[in-house]
């Protein structure tokens, strides 16, 4: 089977990009930066003491301070040699220049010393540059007289271009003549001349064997420290220079770097491991990491780099193999990045076809679905009381509702969201879909439990046999809300077509219709009961169609809603309303005159601008004006609500709040909003002085609302009986068939002109 199998595309090719990224750095010398990153946590992770094979004899600062010369005469170091030899040291090394002549009498004891030694010492030889500005290289070697009885070896030191040393070479060449490098020499270990070694900066320098310079000439040491030893001797002294940085212990004498070189070869010769082996192991663990689902994933793109340098350096312990791990630690974040961006793409992808609130696939899926289901038949559940079960049980309710409903919907087939209250269904075409919606009618009638109590959910089901796939759709949500319109539970796809295209044609004709007359205010009576006159009215619009009659305002006003044309309808009669109380005022009519808001104008802030703006025209006092909204749009944002009810009332118009008592709220919270009038519904009123229920609720409304400085209005006033009542409960206004119906302005100055309720 292939690899290919194992590992989803896009995740394939991440790895393989990243591979390819990490090569192609690593060939151009980009990986360099990341590598000396690494280097010093390489070493911090491997410390250890050093084996004590090598001696440093260190011409420290107390040797400075004793010998007071510079250079030194030769004959300090011939007494360092002799000493050496007499203690039974394995070998001798200078880290000193020797390439010039001190003193001639210096020069022949040290010469002298050498012989003695015949072979024990090494002298460095080492390349310079002619000048700082020629890149030509001079060989020094030690003055001949030294030469004779000595072996020559190199001490030459390449930093890299960062100026750190990592590196020593296994020897140069030097006059032409191949020479082992001091480290190869005091090691015994032979290598290729300008080839070089890592060196195991994990041994701790500060464990080096270390003896006084001044000390060793004047015998003051205990030759067991050195018998049988290799002892490397030059300069720590700050002022003699001669230092190297190196990764992670700083700034170094060259001696010690020298020693460091020598200890690495003396525990076996360190294998330079192969880039590729490293991109290779780095691959099949991002293969691994990719391959993971879930968290374990970008757990393990992050713990992936740290698993690759363990094993590097375990590696390097157990077996001297040193990788260049740069190389695969740059593949391994680059893999992370890019699980990292999968990621992001299936969370971006997940958020465009998945429904926020409760994780179902949402409208964008279904219509996909339906794409590869051409038999599928459809079902669109509406649920009716949406709004007013989330004024009952809060938010949260909506949500734990609509995955209740979705939990019974969804035996049979997959579930949608749709939208704030609808839900989908797509089910098999062998489905009886019949049978199927008896089904769950009989589930979706049972209360669900929400917010700790039982409620009924009013679901209507739209339902589509046929069609083309977004045709499907659209008709089973139609259905849906004409089983809600009608009442029913199910209403299957025999849409209503010439009543959808009428309603469509009256939203078309409705701009041109306000423009032409056709719209026209009528207003209905309130009494004053108190001063047993008519004191104000409410206006009502209605539209008289040149074809199809007087277009019923239940019709055109809820359709005016969704179209977005509620805005211009209601300032269409905002105005009309404040041309009428201009001239009946003008006339001695005392009246005031209350236009009806709808909920979705309440947090417009364009239709606020535009009500100052007819108010500050001058043509009326705001006070003759009212602005009358429903419950349901303060309950609905009663934060908002509260605060442009307050900016109305700053212009001097007074608020009435209609149909109180068909929502949720309490005269408690009332008092949080800036209202003038309350209008108790009619359905608590027209049976008040019968009922004694109804009776209780408007005689505690109506104190209530006095004592918090609010008008009162009982609406539903069909006979004498109940205004009777009204008189009793001292109520403000009553508004009803049995004071007046709808009329046009004409008609409405008639009757006040002509009946003794009038002014």
């Known amino acids: 089977m292939s690899f290919a199998l194992y590992i989803k595309k896009p995740r394939l090719l991440v790895l393989v990009a990243a591979m390819i990224a990490a090569l192609s750095m690593t060939l151009s010398g980009g990986t360099a930066p990341v590598e000396q990153l690494i280097d010093p946590l390489r070493v911090a992770a491997w410390t250890r003491p050093a ?16 010998i007071h010369e510079w250079p030194w005469a030769r004959d300090h170091y011939a007494a360092v040699v002799d000493e050496l030899r007499t203690a039974g040291a394995g070998s001798i090394t200078f880290d000193v220049d020797l390439s010039s002549p001190a003193t001639p009498a210096g020069d ?43 072996a020559l070896a190199s001490v030459s030191m390449l930093p890299d271009p960062d100026g750190v040393v990592r590196r020593a070479p296994f020897g140069t060449v030097t006059d032409g003549v191949p020479r082992p490098s001091l480290s190869s020499y005091m090691a015994r270990r032979s290598g290729k001349a300008d080839e070089s070694f890592p060196i195991d900066f994990g041994i701790d320098p500060g464990t080096l064997p270390r003896l006084s310079f001044v000390a060793v000439r004047d015998g003051h040491f205990d030759p067991a420290q050195v018998r049988g030893k290799d002892v490397i001797i030059g300069a720590t002294a700050i002022e003699m220079g001669d230092r190297y940085a190196t990764p992670y212990w700083g700034v170094v004498p060259g001696v010690v770097v020298q020693a460091l070189a020598a200890e690495t070869l003396g525990r076996g010769v360190p294998v330079q491991g192969s880039i590729f082996t490293v991109l290779l192991v780095a691959g099949a663990i991002g293969a691994g990491v990719l391959l993971l689902s879930g968290t374990a994933g970008p757990v393990a793109a992050i713990l992936a780099p740290f698993a690759l340098f363990v094993a590097g350096v375990t590696v390097q312990v157990a077996w001297g193999r040193v990788y ?114 008896a089904g769950l009618s009989a589930v979706m009638r049972q209360p669900v439990e929400i917010a700790g109590r039982l409620v009924d959910a009013a679901v209507h089901l739209g339902v589509v046999t046929g069609g083309a796939d977004n045709d499907r759709l659209s008709r089973a949500t139609r259905a849906a809300n004409q089983a809600a319109a009608e009442n029913v539970f199910a209403r299957h796809d025999q849409v209503d077509m010439d009543a959808v295209e009428r309603e469509l044609i009256l939203m078309g004709e409705l701009d041109e219709a306000i423009g032409a007359g056709q719209i026209e205010v009528h207003y209905q009576p309130k009494l004053d009961i108190a001063a047993d006159r008519i004191a104000s009215c409410e206006a009502l619009v209605r539209w008289r169609h040149p074809t199809r009659g007087m277009v019923r305002p239940d019709l055109f006003i809820p359709l005016a809603e969704q179209a977005d044309r509620i805005g211009p309808l209601t300032l269409f009669v905002l105005d009309r309303v404040v041309n009428d109380l201009q001239s009946w005022r003008a006339s001695g009519l005392e009246l005031t005159a209350a236009v009806n808001v709808s909920a979705k104008l309440v947090a417009s802030a364009s239709f606020a601008a535009k009500v100052r703006d007819v108010i500050e025209s001058g043509r009326v006092r705001p006070e003759w004006l009212i602005l009358e909204v429903t419950e349901s749009a303060a309950l609905a944002e009663p934060e908002r609500a509260a605060a442009v009810l307050g900016e109305w009332r700053a212009m001097g118009v007074s608020v009435s709040m209609d149909d109180y008592g068909t929502g949720q709220s309490t005269l408690s919270y009332l008092r949080q909003l800036p209202l003038s009038e309350l209008k108790i519904d009619r359905s608590f009123v027209q049976h008040a002085h019968q009922n004694r229920a109804d009776a209780l609720m408007v005689r505690s409304t109506v104190d209530l609302a006095h004592e918090l ?51």
């Open 709 to 759: 400085g609010i008008k009162v209005v009982a609406e539903g006033i069909e006979e004498e009986a109940c205004l009777n009542f009204l008189r009793e409960v001292g109520c403000d206004m009553a508004q009803g068939y049995h004071i007046g119906r709808p009329m046009p302005a004409t008609d409405f100055v008639q009757r006040l002109t002509n009946t003794s309720l009038a002014a």
């Open 51 to 66: 084996s004590g094979q090598v001696v440093v004899v260190e011409m420290d600062a107390a040797s400075v301070a004793a």
């Open 324 to 437: 260049p791990l740069a190389p695969g630690v740059i593949l391994l974040l680059l893999v992370a990045a890019g699980l990292a961006g999968i990621k992001f793409l299936h969370r971006i992808e997940r958020e465009r076809s998945v429904d926020a609130d409760t994780g179902l696939p949402n409208k964008r899926v279904m219509a996909a679905d339906l794409a590869g289901s051409v038999d599928g038949q459809v079902v669109v559940a509406l649920i009716g009381n949406f709004d007013n079960l989330l004024t009952i049980c809060g938010d949260r309710a909506g949500h734990d509702l609509v995955l209740r409903l979705a939990d019974r919907l969804r035996f049979g087939g997959q579930v949608y969201r749709l939208g704030d209250r609808l839900l989908g269904l797509l089910l098999p075409a062998d489905v009886d879909l019949d049978e199927h919606v």
């Open 108 to 150: 022949a004891e040290l010469a002298k010393a050498l012989a003695r030694a015949d072979g024990l010492v090494a002298l460095p030889t080492f390349g310079q540059r002619a000048r700082s500005d020629d890149q030509r290289s001079i060989d020094s070697l030690p003055i001949p007289i030294l030469r004779d009885h000595v």
